[in-house]
């Protein structure tokens, strides 16, 4: 199952390493380039890799698709969220979290926030996209 | 606090929420939306004697600059509070249906996860005060609506879900072409503002081009008539209480109120001379071709889905007319048709729960069987046909009158040659479902649930009461703020921005 030892190894190294990246994009979404969207795209993409080295069958027990659609929902819930409060403090969408000196973590109060939302929702969408294809491969080529 | 904003955030949180709970608590979503469009129904209720004056509410407090707007505004004036009542109630019957109706099909959480998406999608497209994220919840909607009519995942429903996408896509792109040369045009999006520069700069031929791109776009949308080709396939394709959305609401808020809000208050229908004439003609053609063609049908839901051509053709004819007569009656018949439709097309899901037919050849004598069904159903037709003293009698007599008060007898007379031809399908639905002689094979055919016979009393009831709607003090409190809001035409920007 899966491919060779070659891709193997360099997929064990590059996983990582590319989550890692996503996360730190995720996070510094309100302050350097990418975000949320970018950032959901290379911790998706991360998990993809390990998929397409060792086969659909080796991931699925760790993260299977119910998971992901778990991810997806608690993303999009804690964005909502975070809106919502908002109404609380005057506005929807309200920017209710003090902004701090330009090094700070919350320099760009609720942003910070949203952009972890859009980040969860964003790769567990995309992993769950890439599963159903997988899913519907296998099943239509052994349909045939 | 001010509630604007839940109108939006209540369903589409609800519509996180549910895949959440659905994967812990089965069957917890049935709750979960009853409980949110009954808050929904009962919030617009409580907008209701504020419906005169206009809201205005800057999302995330972005207040506008020197009179600018700069960030989202929502806007709740009269016309958004009658369409937030339709939309709203109309949802809550839908989803009380859907408890029973839907326990059919298979994951019943993604269909009410889609249910509130789509909700929220066109509340928004009521409340939003800028035509980007008009065009954004309109989106919402009709994604959310192209998923639900393949819900069944049989051929019919995909095909006619592809059907609608595509013809819904196309006119979303050329809604969005519109939108993006609109901006080049006025450089704001803002409904109030883009008025003001509009009225600025006069008619140009990038304004000629934007309106006939809006026009096809939300024609398309709203099917009229030469527009109307994925109509037919889709709504009845759709599980029964979505095509009562489908058919009460969406075609309404999607394209009519669009329409009128963009054509009416933005631009303003005087702006453009033509413009009248063509929201006439094109109402009328679909007024009469619906009709016809909903003549020749034996699919019971196809009917009930050529005969919401027709009724919206009266509609977008009597907004034609202008006059405060003429958009009284279309109003009026709005909310008629809404309730009406709605109620037929849910009494068309409960013939369909209890007999899995829907071919009128085959159907028939199912009164007996099924009283409560039938009599709903009478009530709904008679109502629809325009017998007095019924709701539909009188918004089809307030769109006639208007009509030869604005100097149109003959189209007047169409529209009663129609409203003939309306009685006449309606008559043929009644015979071939609910009179006549009953099928050997439906001899076994019972009642629908409870959950389902409730919703269709409440709207059968409603339906009888609408003519109450004519009464002066509900009239006052109803109909009047949303005319006074179309009727004012461009001074809608003054109503938002001040000044």
Not at chain 2, 209 to 217: A, D, I, T, Y
Not at chain 2, 437 to 450: G, H, I
Request: net charge neutral; charged share 10%.
């Amino acid at each position: 199952m899966g491919m060779t030892a070659i891709v193997k190894r360099i997929a064990m190294l590059m996983t990582p390493a590319t989550c890692l990246l996503g996360v730190y994009i995720i996070l510094h979404g309100h302050v350097t380039p990418g975000g949320g969207f970018a950032g959901g795209i290379l911790v998706a993409g991360s998990l993809i890799l390990l998929v397409l080295a060792f086969g659909i069958s080796s991931v699925k027990q760790e993260i299977n698709q119910n998971n992901a659609k778990i991810a997806l929902s608690l993303g999009l819930i804690l964005f909502w969220s975070v809106a919502f409060m908002g109404l609380f403090h005057g506005s929807f969408f309200q920017n209710y979290l003090k902004s701090h000196s330009a090094s700070h973590f919350l320099s760009g109060g609720n942003i910070a926030f949203y952009d972890i939302a859009i980040g969860i929702g964003v790769s567990a969408a995309l992993f769950t996209i890439f599963i159903s294809f997988l899913i519907a491969k296998k099943e239509s080529s052994t349909g045939s | 606090m001010n509630w604007i904003p839940a109108f939006v955030a209540i369903p589409l949180g609800a519509a996180f929420l549910i895949p959440l709970i659905e994967h812990w608590i089965k069957g917890s979503s049935d709750f979960l939306t009853n409980a949110v469009t009954a808050f929904l129904m009962g919030l617009t209720l409580s907008f209701i004697h504020q419906a005169a004056q206009t809201q205005v509410y800057f999302v995330g407090g972005w207040e506008p600059a020197e009179g600018i707007p700069f960030g989202i505004a929502l806007v709740v004036d009269g016309l958004s509070v009658l369409m937030l009542l339709v939309v709203n109630s109309i949802a809550f019957f839908a989803t009380l249906y859907s408890v029973k109706y839907m326990a059919r099909y298979t994951d019943k959480g993604k269909f009410f996860t889609l249910f509130m998406l789509m909700l929220a999608g066109m509340n928004g497209v009521v409340i939003a005060g800028d035509l980007f994220n008009m065009f954004v919840f309109l989106e919402i909607t009709a994604i959310a609506s192209y998923a639900l009519v393949a819900f069944g995942i049989g051929s019919e429903e995909l095909e006619a879900s592809f059907k609608y996408q595509v013809l819904g896509g196309t006119a979303s792109a050329l809604v969005l072409f519109g939108i993006a040369i609109f901006y080049m045009m006025t450089k704001t999006l803002n409904f109030a503002d883009a008025s003001r520069v509009i009225a600025a700069t006069g008619v140009t031929p990038a304004l000629l081009f934007v309106s006939v791109l809006f026009l096809v776009g939300f024609g398309l949308k709203s099917a009229l008539m030469p527009f109307h080709a994925w109509l037919p396939d889709a709504h009845p394709s759709a599980p029964a209480p979505i095509s009562a959305m489908l058919s009460g609401v969406v075609i309404k808020v999607l394209g009519v109120y669009t329409l009128v809000r963009i054509f009416f208050n933005v631009i303003g229908i005087g702006t453009i001379p033509a413009l009248k004439t063509v929201l006439l003609s094109l109402g009328v053609i679909s007024m009469v071709a619906g009709a016809f063609l909903a003549l020749g049908q034996q699919d019971m839901k196809r009917l009930l889905a050529y005969s919401s051509i027709s009724q919206v053709g009266y509609i977008i004819f009597a907004f034609g007319l202008g006059t405060e007569l003429g958009i009284l009656g279309g109003l009026f018949h709005l909310m008629n048709h809404s309730v009406l439709k709605s109620l037929l097309f849910l009494n068309s899901g409960a013939v369909v729960y209890e007999t899995e037919s829907r071919d009128m050849e085959k159907l028939g004598g199912l009164m007996h069987k099924m009283p409560v069904t039938g009599t709903t159903s009478m009530i709904a037709s008679l109502s629809m046909s325009g017998l007095p003293p019924l709701g539909g009698f009188f918004s089809k007599l307030i769109i006639i009158w208007a009509s030869i008060d604005a100097g149109y007898p003959l189209l007047g007379a169409v529209a009663v040659i129609a409203s003939i031809v309306t009685l006449a399908y309606y008559f043929k639905l009644q015979k071939e479902v609910f009179l006549g002689k009953l099928a050997d094979a439906f001899q076994k055919a019972k009642e629908a649930p409870v959950l389902m016979c409730i919703p269709m009393i409440c709207l059968a009831i409603i339906s009888v009461g609408l003519g109450l709607l004519l009464l002066d003090p509900v009239r006052e409190m109803v109909l009047t703020p949303a005319v006074h809001v179309i009727q004012g035409g461009v001074d809608y920007a003054r109503m938002v921005l001040g000044g």
